[in-house]
């Protein structure tokens, strides 16, 4: 992982309308407390008799070992495996975690694969979602023919029609969707495809409500004096395209969408330069583009006026996640004598 500038302030007090210190970033931090067991999740995605899935699972420590059982007599021990079916139906699977404390988990998800018809089309897409707006690529194929119609399931009971639509989701948590596309082509065979997405709201400015609890409350970034404003993407260490940072008050504005890869870090003068009054209150927000999130993407704030720095964590699983380090971001503002 790449060093992380200004990391000495994530336990500095943080001075907005409470008295804020540094405490447990999440669940999965591995500093104080009792050891608990480990919350096993997982995600599928399924064509034809071919199924991916994906470990979401979660620990205070780190998950050190993966028990796959399929439902149909076979098993694996990847973290990620892929595993083809001999027939179609519904299968129970079940994925056993275990942590570095020998402590488990387990989650039962029901997956149903379809065994195409002969000359039947290949049923394919690709999503990319910002926060809760989700774009769904058609991407099938038909080796005899043509694929003539779409039918979309969303999960959340909406459809559509249409070859590569776009889809918003209504939630205020993070949650799991089945996205289902089925095609037909011009013989009237068809085939789908099932992959669940994960979906979360943008994470906003989160300050901890009192020393060394852990537990985080809505903030603001509050100016004490006339101030000019700059932002800058200080580090990043994540893989997810599509994180976006926005400024959403005192003034709308969109400074990077794409920072685990843009390589415009800043740093951004806010509102073209211009003066906020003191008393200003900064508000902001990170969109997530990650898929694959165990856990709701989250935005932390240290430091206090006239320098803030705000840490974010996409919410993919992995060893030692959350960390806060996908995103590293200084909000500076410069008094106006």
Not at 4 to 19: D, G, K, T
Not at 187 to 204: L, M, Q, R, W, Y
Not at 223 to 247: I, K, P, Y
């Amino acid at each position: 992982m790449r060093p992380i500038r200004s990391l000495y302030l994530w336990c500095a007090p943080v001075v907005l309308s409470a008295a804020l210190g540094c405490g447990k970033d999440g669940p999965s931090d591995p500093g104080g407390g009792d050891d608990v067991a480990p919350t096993a999740d997982f995600s599928s995605a399924c064509s034809g008799l071919q199924c991916d899935f994906t470990d979401l699972s979660t620990d205070d420590g780190q998950v050190t070992k993966f028990a796959w059982q399929f439902g149909d007599g076979n098993g694996s021990s990847t973290r990620n495996p892929t595993h083809a079916f001999a027939g179609g139906g519904e299968f129970s699977v079940e994925l056993t975690v275990t942590d570095d404390k020998d402590l488990q988990g387990s989650r039962t998800k029901t997956v149903t694969v379809t065994l195409p018809a002969t000359g039947a089309p290949t049923a394919d897409f690709s999503v990319t979602c910002s926060s809760l707006d989700c774009t769904f690529e058609d991407l099938s194929t038909d080796a005899d023919g043509t694929v003539v119609a779409w039918a979309w399931e969303f999960g959340d009971g909406a459809t559509s029609a249409d070859a590569s639509p776009g889809h918003s989701y209504d939630i205020a948590e993070r949650t799991i969707f089945p996205v289902t596309l089925t095609v037909t082509d011009n013989d009237g065979k068809a085939s789908s495809k099932t992959v669940e997405i994960t979906v979360s709201p943008a994470a906003t400015l989160k300050c901890e409500d009192a020393p060394g609890t852990g537990q985080f409350v809505s903030c603001d970034l509050v100016l004490d004096q006339d101030s000019h404003v700059t932002v800058n993407l200080e580090s990043r260490s994540c893989q997810a395209h599509g994180n976006t940072f926005e400024m959403t008050a005192p003034v709308p504005e969109t400074l990077f969408t794409d920072g685990c890869y843009t390589p415009n870090t800043g740093p951004f003068a806010l509102n073209n330069g211009a003066v906020f009054a003191a008393g200003t209150h900064l508000k902001a927000q990170v969109i997530s583009g990650a898929l694959n999130q165990s856990l709701a993407p989250a935005l932390h704030v240290s430091g206090s006026f006239p320098q803030w720095t705000l840490t974010f964590d996409d919410g993919v699983a992995g060893a030692g996640e959350p960390d806060f380090n996908d995103l590293v971001i200084t909000v500076t503002a410069d008094p106006v004598e």
